[in-house]
């Protein structure tokens, strides 16, 4: 499941005299970003969210242009010394103009919560990695010349066009620190160089101290600018993060709070300057495989970049919200605010997004990259040897079919057969005239899980022989599948096999279907779902199993007793628990038995 976050759009209108841009005031909202993504269809890699937000913000700039004949300024080049000399001498200004631009870039940062799982300040990596992208994409020059120089935008007073206004003071500071270093050279030249006055010490001392001072100001003023250049932001909040007693003074949110402040400040001026704007989306993953006191920290820590009603940040949450709220309520500092998790996250995502079935074509295509993944770690190791297998078969002038009468083939044949094996399950696997695929997850994950399954448990039976005379590919493809889907009910299965085969079992049993056998212990299944509740929870739909099991691939108890010797994806530590369960029931029923005979002695 994937989760949208950002903030909503406020209805207030009312101007401040800081940069505080409205949003009901801009055409293209986060909103409006979310109301089009949410029309186009996912079920093609190509519309992808990011793929989706690259393709808006294309034709908005090209309708932009045809609108205004002027196109967004990327600060490469001579643009990136005119955006020096603007940082230093001027203000920004938002004008009607700017409000009613249409054009917007995205910038997309992807954040693993799972690399910094192992840390106890992972939001501190949440922020730190926002530092250095923004440091990264714009450079830390014109970053470092805002942090020291820069100003905040400010709304226009009247119904000006004029999107810059000079900073009066920093002009007269800077013409008078040219004056003054001008000044300086002037008199330290005079004295070195003109013969009258080169011989008078003092004033050749007088100007040599002048200049001295002049250019040690001019390096003052600089120092700030280089300190910023070489400590960034990033290094900064790591630093803070660091530090045990700063880490735990009241301050310390404030200091990453400011630092935050900054930045945005500095997006706002990049979206007048580049005349677009500018949205900061972060992807995050692997957030439901942290700790829960961890996953709370990205959450607050995505609350305070969003604190700024108007902040340029949209979120992606990419996880699984049973996981989410679990964390949420377990966590110690959630108590009283998130003890229920599904309402906590209805009150902070703004746009949840579940993604729907996925198609039957869309199926198959990631299935076959699936494939090619998959051909890429095994084919290319035993192309050579297949090879050599197909050559020495010709040679001999015998087929697949004379070969399998040899006792002991050499290791290149089997291999050729394995491979040959292994495409006809993924054939029947992919197959849109098959019904197997109907069983295939919507899930990548699981998708390469049974495809990554299958080529070892083909390979397995095939070094036993066992594919060439009572199982085929196609039976091997679906038990991969069984397995995979439904864990649970499997190994109750296998399990209540075992038993019966252990004792005496009546003449046919290996005939009989694995369904029927479900069927006839399923009441005893139930009586222990309290135990197996985790178990169970493994298991996909009992509908699709019964289907599965019953009608499209009625496996037998024979063919489950062969199979189970080479199932390498089913976790046999659960029919372990099953058997004791089972055991301990039995020592039950023969205490009750031992009680009920002594009664009747």
């Not at 002009?171 to 620190?177: K, P, Q, S, Y």
């Not at 006191?293 to 970049?305: D, H, K, M």
């Not at 029931?585 to 009680?595: D, Q, S, V």
């Amino acid at each position: 499941m994937k989760h949208l976050q950002g903030k909503p759009p406020t209805s207030d209108s009312t101007k401040d005299p800081t940069f505080e841009p409205r949003d009901t005031n801009i055409p293209f909202s986060r909103r409006k970003v979310f109301e089009n993504l949410a029309d186009l269809p996912l079920t093609i890699p190509e519309q992808t969210f990011a793929g989706c937000m690259l393709k808006e913000s294309i034709r908005r700039e090209e309708a932009e242009y045809h609108r205004t004949h002027q196109r967004s300024r990327v600060p490469e080049g001579m643009n990136y010394l005119t955006l020096l000399w603007y940082i230093v001498f001027y203000q920004p200004v938002i004008t009607e103009v700017h409000l009613r631009r249409k054009t917007i870039e995205f910038l997309f940062i992807r954040f693993s919560a799972w690399e910094y799982a192992g840390s106890d300040k992972l939001w501190a990596g949440l922020v730190t990695t926002l530092c250095d992208h923004i440091r990264h994409h714009f450079g830390p020059l014109p970053l470092s010349f805002y942090h020291v120089v820069g100003s905040r935008p400010q709304f226009a007073s009247g119904f000006t066009q004029d999107e810059w206004r000079l900073k009066r003071k920093t002009c007269c500071a800077a013409g008078g620190l040219i004056v003054i270093l001008l000044a300086g050279a002037g008199l330290a030249t005079t004295a070195l160089l003109v013969p009258g006055i080169r011989d008078g010490t003092v004033l050749k001392y007088l100007g040599s101290a002048f200049a001295a001072i002049s250019g040690s100001g001019f390096v003052i003023a600089l120092s700030p600018v280089i300190k910023h250049l070489i400590i960034s932001q990033k290094k900064k909040i790591e630093s803070m993060t660091s530090d045990e007693k700063f880490a735990s003074h009241l301050g310390f949110m404030s200091a990453v709070k400011s630092e935050i402040e900054v930045l945005t400040s500095f997006i706002y001026y990049m979206e007048i300057f580049e005349r677009r704007r500018l949205r900061i989306v972060f992807e995050i993953t692997c957030l439901d495989m942290c700790y829960p006191e961890r996953v709370v920290g990205v959450l607050n820590a995505i609350n305070t970049l969003l604190s700024d009603r108007n902040a340029p940040f949209i979120f992606i949450l990419v996880v699984d919200p049973c996981v989410i709220t679990s964390c949420l309520e377990q966590a110690s500092t959630m108590k009283g605010m998130a003890d229920n998790g599904y309402l906590y996250l209805n009150r902070t995502v703004t746009l949840p997004f579940s993604i729907p079935e996925i198609g039957i074509k869309s199926k198959m295509r990631c299935l076959h990259e699936a494939f090619q993944t998959r051909e890429d770690l095994m084919y290319g190791i035993i192309t050579r040897n297949m090879e050599l297998g197909v050559t020495k078969s010709k040679g001999k002038s015998e087929g697949l079919v004379n070969i399998e009468a040899v006792p002991q083939e050499d290791q290149p044949q089997i291999d050729a057969m394995a491979v040959q094996y292994i495409h006809e399950a993924f054939h029947c696997l992919h197959n849109e005239q098959d019904c197997l695929y109907h069983y295939v997850p919507d899930s990548i994950i699981q998708m390469r899980r049974i495809v990554n399954t299958i080529p070892i448990t083909i390979r397995l039976m095939t070094q036993q022989h066992l594919l060439r005379h009572s199982l085929c590919p196609r039976s091997v493809a679906s038990w991969v599948v069984l397995a995979n889907q439904w864990p649970c009910r499997l190994s109750w299965i296998l399990q209540r096999m075992e038993d019966k085969l252990q004792c005496q079992p009546p003449k046919g049993y290996e005939k009989e279907l694995m369904w029927d056998v479900f069927v006839e212990t399923c009441p005893e299944l139930f009586s222990k779902h309290k135990e197996l509740e985790n178990i169970m929870a493994l298991d996909g739909d009992p509908e699709l199993f019964e289907k599965f099991l019953s009608g499209d691939f009625p496996f037998t108890v024979q063919e489950g007793k062969k199979f189970l010797k080479y199932t390498v994806n089913l976790d046999h530590s659960i029919r372990y628990k099953m058997g004791q369960l089972q055991a301990l029931a039995t020592l039950e029923n023969y205490r009750k038995g031992g009680t009920d005979s002594e009664k009747r002695v």
